[in-house]
């Protein structure tokens, strides 16, 4: 019975533990997301979404759009879209993109492009060998809200001379698709953590 109780009273302190973290965790990553720094830097990188068919999705706008607004108020004097090719799909996230900011009228030699990634890391480690082959040292990252802790955290392990931009609005409006993204994000971030910490990230 002494055994058993201590059994049961050391998971009751794991599962309280754990509930913290999330909990913790959950409060960074929304806190984080409205914390705008953008400052004038040489590029701004717009991490991939999903596209659909030949155009982006809705959140994929948003960032785009946001993207734009960065060029077009001099905080940037370039954009670089990332992503890479969904399956099935005729374009890449990237050119999808880079032909949608066209359209809003950023010169099209202003819009560089990665088709290489399909997720986060791949994402800014793919833009961060753009950069370093064309000279670009300082980067803003645009994101949703949501997404700009892991992201930046990314970016920072990767060395990224690089700033925050959360996109200022979002298409995850109501409480239920906030809530699906931030467990979905806090997944994701404490995996990263755990990984990167035990060298495989």
Known sequence: MAA????????????????????????????????????????????????WGEEPSPVFEERIDHAV?????????????????????????????????????????????????????????????????????TAVVVSDPLHMLRAMTIAKDLGLDAVSSPTPTTRYVSWGTQLSFLLREEFYYLGYLVAHAVGLA
Not at 21 to 28: D, E, F
Not at 30 to 44: F, K, L, Q, S, T
Not at 98 to 103: F, P
Request: glycine share 12%.
């Open 69 to 137: 607004w960065l060029y077009e108020q001099n905080y940037v004097d370039a954009i670089l879209m990332t992503g890479g090719y969904e399956e099935g799909a005729g374009s890449s996230e990237a050119a999808i993109a880079r032909a949608y900011a066209v359209a809003q009228g950023v010169p099209a030699e202003s819009v560089l492009i990665e088709e290489g990634s399909h997720t986060t890391q791949e994402n800014l480690a793919n833009a961060q060998q753009v950069m370093d082959g064309l000279g670009l040292e």
């Open 4 to 51: 058993r109780s201590r059994k049961h009273g050391f998971l009751r302190v794991l599962a309280a533990l754990l509930l913290a973290v999330l909990v913790v965790t959950g409060v960074n990553i929304w806190n984080y997301g409205g914390i705008d720094e953008a400052r004038p830097c040489d590029v701004a990188i717009v991490l991939g979404a999903e596209t």
